[in-house]
């Protein structure tokens, strides 16, 4: 029988003999192929699944205010991570680990399951290292820990606008601490690990690349005038109803701001409830037309044409002066027909100074406010500010001419202001702005003569000290000057003035024996008592420059005869300055 069947299908037998030789032959090249041809290329993709590389967190520079204050500081966190697949496997140990996250169990059962198959997910962010640990030990499978630094701001509302913040990858955000992220966030490192095919870790190789600290900086601002600017203008903002504000003091020396506040404000170190509103710098990100401050510009380019003198007169009876079918009005009677130039600037008439304004041209105003950097960029590049608008025109008509005079027409910012003051107040040379403590004044450029630089300042000390004067803003035992606005706020949406919004606003600088700060105050929409500058604003600059005088140990310039006798020589420059008229 067998041979017999043998017989009858050899050519059967030799087919499947092939067949398996084919076989056998095709298993043979692929082991080559693998092992040899394609070898390198394997081993790389095997090694890529399981080396890893894990960034290192570089610790991020310190912010300082201008005497070593922290106002951002970088605290080491843990943060917790889980391999969900890996987690899996360890479902009894869920309700453990909720608890020691102070996690809802059924909120945090249903996200493992959702994200079951995930080999990345955050379990809790930015814990203190000691609440981290005490996770970690209990070595729920799955569960990692991962070293990051978080940003606290010790200062917070007062420094928020100023500072800004990171966001939690410690980026910068806002502020300074975005301005100057790249000096401030270092670099970060390299770790090499081993890691198995379901991303466990399994072994830590090597630091492959250290991280690199970011620098410190050293803000420009007092921490002390910051937390006295803050107090007396949030104070005011209650008192007077009012919508927000901004406040500025400067070195008119050295350029520094000193302090920046706003209002409203908010906690950088709990944003959970923040409102924009809260986060607006308005000192350098809003602009307005800065009204009758602006008339001390303007009355500085008269006197620097030389054809005009403090005691020169012109007549504003009636108080109205029409220019075709538009009406230049004072607001308030002045106390006379005639009023001197210091005269015009005490009973702010807009029409005596749009009279010298026609005198002087509207070129030769715009001229001086150009110089002077308004509606100019300040080089301090701050995220979000604006640059305002400063209009030229081929022919400055005179309600052109008149409007810019008594500061319409023309948008500023806070900043930009308390420059122009800081210019007038450091005898006619301008420093450039700076938001950062420098150790030695930049050079200053002489934007108005010296001489008309002392004039004004004499004038604008008679706009407080006059009899008629804004004595609100007077500060005790300093002598001290400045120019009040109240302006009709722009209406939305109407073409025009609003009949009642106002900005209340006050510029000024002291102590008059030898200028050193500039301050102002900005009062948005106050609704209660008053709305006049010289009964809102000007009240915040007496409080904040007595206070920051006070602070810097400046030697007062006006105390009555009896106490300056026990107060030792009155300071020399006194009699240089200090009564002038
Ligand atoms: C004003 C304006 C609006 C814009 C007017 C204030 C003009 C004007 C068109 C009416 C209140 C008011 C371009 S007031 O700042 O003159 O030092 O505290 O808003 O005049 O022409 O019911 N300042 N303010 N004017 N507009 N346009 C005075 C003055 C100023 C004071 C008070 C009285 C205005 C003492 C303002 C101050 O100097």
Known sequence: MMKLEGALYPWRFRLMLGLLALMVGAIVWRIFDLQVVDRDFLIGQGDARSLRHIPI????????DRNGEPLAVSTPVTTLWANAKELQVAKDR????????????????????AQANKEFIYLVRGLTPEQGQQVLDLKVPGVYGIEEFRRFYPAGETTA????????DDHGREGVELAYDEWLAGVPGKRQ????????????????????AGKPLALSIDLRLQYLANRELRNAIIENGAKAGSLVIMDVKTGEILAMVNQPTYNPNNR???QPAMMRNRAMIDVFEPGSTMKAISMSAALETGRWKPSDKVEVYPGTLQLGRYTIRDVSRSEGPVLDLTGILINSSNVGMSKVAFDIGGETIYHLAQKIGLGQPTG?????????NLPNYREWKKAETATLSYGYGLSVTAI????AFSVLANNGRMVPLSLIHVDEAPKATQVIPEKVAKTIQGMLQQVIEAPRGVFRAQVPAYHVAGKSGTARKTSVGTKGYAENSYRSLFAGFGPMSDPRYAIVVVIDEPSKAGYFGGLVSAPV???VMSGTLRLMNITPDNLPPTQQANAGPPAAAVKANGGRG
């Open 57 to 64: 967190p570089a610790h991020r520079g310190l912010i300082t």
């Open 272 to 274: 959970r409830n923040l």
């Open 541 to 543: 600059f007496s409080k």
């Open 380 to 388: 301090l590049d701050f995220p979000g500010e604006r640059v305002g």
């Open 161 to 168: 606008h100023m500072v800004g913040f990171t966001d939690i």
């Open 94 to 113: 869920w309700p453990e680990l909720a608890a020691a996250l102070g996690q809802d169990r059924k909120a945090l059962t249903e996200r493992l399951e």
């Open 416 to 419: 930009q202001l308390a420059h």
């Open 193 to 212: 690990v081993i890691k198995d095919r379901r991303g466990r870790l399994i072994k830590d190789v090597q630091v492959t690349k250290n991280a690199k």
